[in-house]
C-alpha cells in the first residue's frame, strides 16, 4: 500500500496535562482508515527553555520503540532510550532520507518558554488517490496550510459568531493558565 502524505501538526497548550482528550483522540482516528498517526510526542517546555518529551498515545510502548521517533528524527530531536532511525536504502534515491536544511522546520523553537506541545505527526491516506491522480497530471505541490475561521467568514463558510467561538475555543487554555 502507498504511503498517503504526511503532515506534522504542532498544537501548543498552556501547560502540561493536555494528553487525555488528545489521546482519546489520537485512537479513535488510530480505528479510522482515512488518516494514520506515525507518530505523536507531547512536549513540555520549561520557564528556561528545558525540553521533557514522551510519546503520547496512540502508540504503544512495543510500537513507539519500534518506530523510534520519526518525529524526533525530522525535527532533530534526539530522544532518550530511542533507537535510532533506520538509513535509508542504497541505490536510486541513496541520501533521499536526509533532511535539507531549508526543509529543516524549528518547530521547538516555537514553542513557547513555560508551556506544552503535542507534536503529531499524520499520514493522510485519504489523499493517496488525489495525489497519484495530480502527479499523472503533472501536478506537484506548491503551499499548504490551515485557513483561520475569521478567514472562512469573509467567504461564506463560517458566521461571525462562530468563528468567535472557534477563537476562544482554541485560546481557552491560554486565559486559564
Keep these: 500500500m502507498p504511503i498517503g502524505p504526511v503532515q ?3 498544537l501548543g497548550f498552556a501547560r502540561p496535562g493536555f494528553q487525555g482528550r488528545v489521546a482519546a483522540e489520537l485512537e479513535r482516528l488510530r480505528g479510522q482508515d482515512a488518516v494514520r498517526v506515525l507518530d505523536a510526542l507531547a512536549v513540555f517546555k520549561d520557564a528556561g527553555g ?3 518529551v514522551e510519546h503520547l498515545g496512540p502508540l504503544s510502548r512495543d510500537e513507539a520503540a519500534e518506530a523510534g521517533s520519526r518525529i524526533g528524527a525530522l525535527i532533530g530531536l534526539d530522544i ?7 538509513p535509508p536504502p542504497a541505490g536510486p534515491g541513496a541520501g533521499a532520507g536526509k533532511i ?3 526543509d529543516a522546520w524549528d518547530v521547538l523553537e516555537e514553542i513557547p518558554h513555560d508551556s506544552a506541545a503535542a507534536l503529531l505527526l499524520l499520514e493522510h491516506h485519504w489523499a493517496v488517490p488525489l495525489r497519484d491522480a495530480i502527479a499523472r497530471e ?8 490551515f485557513v483561520s475561521p475569521f478567514a472562512l467568514v469573509a467567504i461564506g463558510l463560517h458566521t461571525a459568531e462562530e468563528a468567535a467561538r472557534l477563537h476562544r475555543l482554541e485560546n481557552a487554555g491560554e486565559n486559564s493558565a
Design 138 to 145: 503533472g501536478g506537484h505541490h506548491i503551499s499548504d496550510g
Design 50 to 52: 528545558g525540553l521533557e
Design 100 to 102: 535539507l536544511a531549508e
Design 80 to 86: 532518550e532510550g530511542d533507537a535510532p532511525p533506520v
Design 8 to 10: 506534522l501538526i504542532a
